[in-house]
């Protein structure tokens, strides 16, 4: 698959990158499909950690009734690891961003950003795209 409007929005993945500690981002659909993903990512990683990501979320949301409701809904998973932290925020209908970052990362301030930046992706999402008659 080519990347979405060829990656048109990877600069947006790339502004939420600015913050300290932060490794790469990609912007994936519900089926593991690639958007987009940030400069710091070679697209073949990018459709590779997509295709993971959509399965992490698929588990995480079939989990919900883990935390007494079924009908709940999902909106982020956090995976820790040795090296880092993996944020996987959904990013509007059909669409989630996967954020990788170092252990020294500040949580809550990631977590803050990608929620502007789920803000900012869904206005471009949602967006139809623009005829070459605009």
């Known amino acids: 698959m080519t990347d979405f409007m060829d990656n048109k929005l990877g600069w947006m993945l790339d502004d939420a990158l600015r913050m300290p500690e932060t490794r790469y981002a990609i912007l994936l659909s519900a089926d593991g499909l690639l958007i987009a993903h940030s400069a710091r990512i070679d697209r073949d990683e990018a459709e590779r950690q997509a295709a993971g990501m959509a399965g992490l ?12 409701n079924p009908s709940t809904t999902w909106r982020q998973t956090v995976s820790e690891f040795d090296d880092g932290y993996v944020f996987l925020v959904a990013a509007g209908p059909g669409a989630y961003l996967a954020v990788s970052a170092t252990p020294n990362v500040d949580m809550e301030a990631v977590s803050f950003r990608l ?18 008659d605009a």
């Open 57 to 68: 979320q698929s588990l995480a949301r079939s989990t919900a009734e883990f935390c007494g």
């Open 115 to 132: 929620q502007e930046l789920v803000q900012r992706l869904g206005k471009e999402l949602s967006s139809p795209p623009r005829s070459a």
